[in-house]
C-alpha cells in the first residue's frame, strides 16, 4: 500500500473550505494517512504555500507525531506540545500552531507534506520548518503530499 494523506474536507488539488482558512474559523483540517513504512518512529507534517508573494510561506509545522498515530482530527490546538507528545512549530506569522489558507488575492497551492521518520526530531517547541528539514535530513523513511487550493 503506497504512503498517502488524505482529507475528508477536500480531495487532492481541490478548494480548501473556508473554515480552515483566514476567511473562516481558521482551524487546520483533518487529516489521515496510510501506508507508512514499518520502520516508522515519528511523523512530521509540514504546510506551506509556494505561491506567496514574497516566496513559500509557512503555514503549519508539526514534528515528533508519534508512528501509531495515523490521523490528526480537525482543529488542532495551537499549543506548543500536544497530550501525544507531538510538538509544534512556528509559521511564518511566527505563532506557533496552524495558520489556514490566507493568500491577499487569487488562487494559490497549499502543499500538506507529510513525513515518515527513522527517529524522533526532538526539536524544541517552536522550530521553524528550515529547522525541521535540516533535523530530518538522512532520517526520512518516505513521504506523501496533499494539494490543496483556495482563492480570495
Known amino acids: 500500500m503506497p504512503f498517502t ?16 482558512s483566514c476567511t473562516g474559523a481558521d482551524v487546520s483540517p483533518p487529516l489521515t494517512w496510510v501506508g507508512a513504512p514499518p520502520a516508522t518512529r515519528t511523523f512530521t507534517l509540514i504546510m506551506d504555500d509556494p505561491d506567496a508573494p514574497r516566496g513559500t510561506w509557512v503555514h503549519w509545522v508539526l514534528y515528533d507525531i508519534p508512528a501509531v498515530q495515523q490521523a490528526l482530527s480537525e482543529g488542532v490546538p495551537a499549543s506548543g506540545q500536544l497530550a501525544d507528545g507531538s510538538r509544534q512549530g512556528q509559521n511564518s506569522w511566527r505563532r506557533i500552531g496552524y495558520g489556514g489558507p ?37 532520517h526520512v523513511l518516505d513521504q506523501c503530499e496533499l494539494l490543496g487550493r483556495f482563492t480570495r
Open 5 to 20: 494523506l488524505t482529507s475528508v474536507a477536500f480531495t487532492p488539488g481541490s478548494p480548501i473550505p473556508a473554515q480552515y
Open 102 to 138: 490566507c493568500p491577499p488575492s487569487g488562487t494559490h497551492r497549499y502543499y500538506f507534506r507529510l513525513y515518515a521518520l527513522d527517529r524522533a526530531l526532538q526539536l524544541p517547541v517552536g522550530a521553524t520548518a528550515e529547522q525541521a528539514l535540516l533535523a530530518m535530513a538522512g
